[in-house]
């Protein structure tokens, strides 16, 4: 064993990124990982019941928890109490996430903007206008616990579907009313010990299914990074800095020290003078996001591992001290027939072994192997991802492995204006 050494939990795009980002320099066990880990020569795919026995027995130097459903389940706590070191919050903090009443408590407590909320228990108490509100079961409901309702009937239906369980369970004790705001939307992650944190390159993802942010909600179809001044200026750049200094220390101040990832779901809306409010906590990296912020991060020589794995003693901030970012990162989401609705296992992907340019690389979420051929094993099935000097040839490169001649399978879904905010062309 390699004295660097990392458990990955989680089978995602995000999981990938990691061990992308770590594979060259640390030996990886993905649990359970997808076709993308089963290929890398430094990745050992396994599946694991109890991953507090595993790392220990496996001598695991860091355990990296991608999504939020160990996190909330207080997978870290368990690490911990075994003496391990982890990635992660305890299931405390991790209520950031899970909790949408914790998090409206919290940021009303310690001054930080988020929309106008308030608690229902029953379908009677709903008298608003539906167009003007958002509607969010109070819990983890898979990416789907968010609608923004057109009509009022739309609104009745949903909350009703909510209250019945009908949201993986998450509206059963209560369903947040929000004030619907609008305007650009940025995912900034910071790195955090509970005392101090630093703030990653900001990304944007792409959360509706279709071009033009047409069509219904998904986990999201595309991202790049870093995001440009003329989206979120020096003034606003400095006001999320805030809200991510407020939340570390008012967490520590509530006794909950958040040590880990955090990701805050920041919205600059047009009705607070496009001020940042928080639209969401999460209590890991946002998948697309990951994928091209880890990319810029790597290339720019930062040791991503270090840096993670400080995150559960002394924050090692000074990995980011005089590091350019110079590049910039796109990624393509290929989602399965159905998506998001259902999805399509079993298609066989082509294309994966195409020669591409520079930069340009494919981060797998839901694929499995079948045999040789790599296939769809669910919803959001890979990303192209590139990198490069600057988004216009990412997004060019990126765009030019897709298709006929270069990636595909059938039935794929795609958006063909990813970045297009922050293109010039
Ligand atoms: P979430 O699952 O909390 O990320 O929400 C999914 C998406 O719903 C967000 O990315 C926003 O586009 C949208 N959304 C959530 N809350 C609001 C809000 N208060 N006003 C407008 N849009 C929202
Ligand atoms: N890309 C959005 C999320 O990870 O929640």
């Known amino acids: 064993m390699s004295e660097r050494s990392a458990l990955i939990i989680g089978n995602g795009g995000r999981e990938h ?5 770590l594979g060259d320099y640390v030996t990886i066990y993905a649990a359970p990982g997808n076709a993308g880990t089963a290929l890398m020569p430094n990745v050992t795919n396994v ?17 990296i928890i991608g999504p939020e459903a160990p996190l909330v389940a207080g997978v870290a706590d368990d690490f911990r109490a075994a003496g391990l070191t982890v990635v992660g919050p305890s299931k405390i903090a991790a209520q950031l996430e899970s909790s949408k009443s914790f998090a409206c408590d919290f940021m009303e407590r310690h001054d930080i903007a ?3 909320s308030r608690t229902i228990h029953t379908v009677d108490q709903f008298t608003d206008e539906a167009t003007s509100i958002v509607i969010k079961a109070d819990g983890l409901a898979g990416g789907k616990g968010v609608v923004l309702p057109q009509t009022q009937d739309e609104a009745v239906q949903t909350l009703t579907a909510m209250f019945d369980g009908a949201y993986d369970g998450a509206g059963i004790n209560g369903v947040l009313i929000q004030e619907r705001l609008s305007g650009p939307e ?6 955090s010990d509970g005392n101090d944190f630093v703030l990653l390159p900001f990304a944007q993802d792409h959360k509706r299914l279709k071009d033009g942010d047409q069509g219904p909600n998904t986990g999201g179809m595309g991202a790049y990074a870093p995001v440009p001044e003329s989206i979120v200026s020096p003034a606003q750049y400095e006001k999320i800095r805030d809200i991510a200094r407020k939340t570390i220390d008012g967490m520590k ?5 958040y040590k880990g990832i955090l990701y805050i779901g920041v919205m600059l809306a047009e009705q607070r003078g496009a001020d940042p409010v928080v639209i ?5 990296f946002g998948d697309p996001e990951t994928e091209v912020v ?11 591992y270090e840096l993670l794995k400080s995150t559960d003693s002394t924050l090692n901030a ?6 350019t970012l110079n590049q910039s990162a796109l990624t393509i989401c290929f989602a399965s027939a159905g998506y998001p609705e259902s999805s399509h296992k079993g298609d066989v992907i082509l294309g994966l072994d195409t020669d591409f340019p520079d930069g340009v690389f494919v981060h797998h979420a839901a694929t499995k192997l079948d045999g040789d051929a790599v296939v769809t094993n669910g919803g959001r099935v890979l990303y192209v991802t590139a990198v490069a000097d600057d988004i216009d040839t990412a997004a060019a490169n990126a765009y030019s492995v897709i298709g006929e001649s270069g990636v595909h399978f059938d039935g794929m879904q795609y958006r063909t204006d990813i970045g297009k905010q922050a293109r010039t062309k």
């Open 294 to 304: 880890l990319t810029i991060l790597a290339n720019a020589g930062v040791d991503v």
């Open 280 to 284: 969401e906590y999460n209590a890991r």
């Open 114 to 116: 988020y929309p106008k």
């Open 17 to 21: 990124a990691f061990a992308k980002t």
């Open 253 to 257: 101040a509530d006794g909950n020290p």
């Open 318 to 323: 000074s990995q980011l001290d005089g590091v």
């Open 47 to 63: 599946d694991v019941d109890d991953p507090v026995a595993f790392a220990r027995e496996h001598n695991i130097d860091v355990t």
């Open 186 to 191: 940025v995912s900034a992650f910071a790195l």
